[in-house]
């Protein structure tokens, strides 16, 4: 477990990889995105991105479970926010996705000295090492004992 003091602010942190396969993709954006680009292959291929794309939920849902996943996990209390959030570039059915953070900020708390705060910058690329998603996560984390 990864407490407030085991965090070092520029510290880049591997949280892990996922690969989504073409009919989660598509099963997922039916029931909570269904927009073309998303659901109907030949619909896509037409549209701007040139094909299936992973809906932006299913991109959130795969960044959450790969940091709940997280090998050396970060001792989280509750999240504070989500700011600056960006999907630079499309993400695809069967193409691994890689989950990278970087600790940009932390702070102890000023009236609970049991917690901080932390402000993670999270980046998940394609195989090509692009962004396909970027955020800025600000998290409430407990201090070692």
């Known amino acids: 477990m990864r407490y407030l003091e085991d965090l070092e602010v520029g510290e880049p942190i591997f949280v892990g990889a996922y690969t989504a ?3 989660e993709a598509i099963e997922f954006a039916r029931r909570w995105e269904p927009q073309p ?3 109907d292959e030949a619909a ?9 794309t992973l809906c932006s939920l299913h991109l959130f849902a ?9 090998a050396d996990p970060i001792a989280v209390l509750g999240m504070l926010g989500k700011d600056e959030l960006r999907l630079p570039a499309p993400a695809r059915p069967d193409e691994e ?12 708390s000023r009236s609970k000295p049991d917690r901080g705060v932390v402000i993670l910058h999270d980046r998940l690329e394609n195989p090509n090492g692009e962004p396909v998603l970027t955020q800025k996560v600000t998290l409430l984390v407990s201090r070692r004992g």
Do not use: N
């Not at 795969?62 to 997280?70: E, Y």
């Not at 996705?97 to 940009?104: D, I, K, M, Q, S």
């Open 97 to 108: 996705l890689r989950y990278v953070t970087e600790c940009a900020e932390k702070r102890e």
């Open 62 to 70: 795969v960044c959450t479970r790969l940091f709940f996943d997280m």
């Open 44 to 52: 896509a291929r037409d549209s701007l991105y040139g094909g299936l």
């Open 37 to 39: 680009y998303h659901v």
């Open 21 to 23: 396969p073409r009919e």
